[in-house]
Structure formats: C-alpha cells, structure tokens
C-alpha cells in the first residue's frame, strides 16, 4: 500500500508518500507544488499539473487531504478551499478514495497533541521515517497527514478482524 498525504495551499501545496508493508511505514518521497503569483486559473491549473505528475510518478494506492480551517479571512480560506478542491480531485481522478482529517486531528495522531506547532510536527515526522529530508514544512504537514490516514487504516483493519473473529 502507497499513501499520498496533500497539505493544501494555494501557493504551496505540500504532499508526501509513504509505503506501509504490514507494521512498517517507510517513506517514499516528498515535496512542494508551487504556484506563481497571478491569476487564479493558471495557478490552481499548475497545481493540478504539477500534483498529477505526483501521482502519476509514484503510484500512490490511497490518498489523504487536510480539512480547510475557516479562519477570519473570508477570501483567504475561499482560495484556499479552491486548492484544495485540487488536492480532492486529482486524487479522485485517478481512481483513488481520499481520506480528509481536520488538522487537530492529524497532529493529534501524529504529536499527542491537538494544538502542536509545525517544528513538532516535523520532528515526529522524522522519528517515525528516519533518514528522511523533507522538503520543508509543507512536505512535512502532508507526510503527517499520510501517516495519519495509514494509522486509520491500520485501526479500521484490526477492528475488522476483531468484529469477524467475534461473528
């Protein structure tokens, strides 16, 4: 199994990769999609491209997105929700079901912490996949969101098991 975890942003939208084989996660790749200042259309367009070329790259067999926060700036979290409708349909392009988790949530699984800040967020990151050369926080935050989505999927499982075991 291949996760992709996306961190959506209109300027920066971070993903991460990671392959799970039984209990060990391993990490597979990381970066930033960048877009250029300027109109909209061409920006989300870039990110489309460049997330597409992600996928397409390696592979991944799910996927999983973080929930946009509302904050104080109406229009600031209206492009950041156009972004990340990109990060839920290219996904979906290709056939994959995407996971969404609330970013409390996802530090929360990853931290301990609902509340962390991004440099604990990094640092667990790198415990649970040493060796790895992130990208930046971006690329962090979306390898967080990955491993979540696999921690998920590994308690959905065992509960399956133990609800077919119990029948």
Not at 26 to 50: E, F, I, M, T, Y
Not at 128 to 133: E, F, N, R, S
Request: proline share 4%; glycine share 10%.
């Amino acid at each position: 199994m291949r996760v992709l975890g996306i961190d959506p942003g209109l300027v920066n939208l971070g993903w991460g990769v990671v392959s799970v084989d039984g209990s060990r996660i391993k990490h597979v790749a990381n970066g930033v999609c960048h877009s250029q200042k300027g109109d909209l259309a061409p920006r989300l367009l870039s990110l489309h491209s460049q997330l597409t070329a992600v996928i397409e790259e390696f592979q991944p067999t799910h996927a999983a997105v973080e929930k946009t926060f509302v904050n104080r700036d109406g229009a600031g979290t209206l492009k950041l929700g156009q972004a990340r409708a990109i990060a839920v349909l290219v996904p979906a392009q290709f056939g994959l079901e995407v996971g969404e988790y609330a970013p409390n949530s996802v530090k929360k699984n990853i931290v301990g912490v609902g509340h962390a800040d991004k440099v604990q967020v990094q640092h667990m990151v790198k415990l649970q996949l040493p060796g790895v050369t992130l990208a930046g926080p971006d690329a962090a935050d979306a390898l967080a969101i990955a491993l979540c989505h696999v921690f998920h999927l590994q308690s959905s499982q065992r509960i399956a098991r133990q609800v077919g075991v119990a029948s």
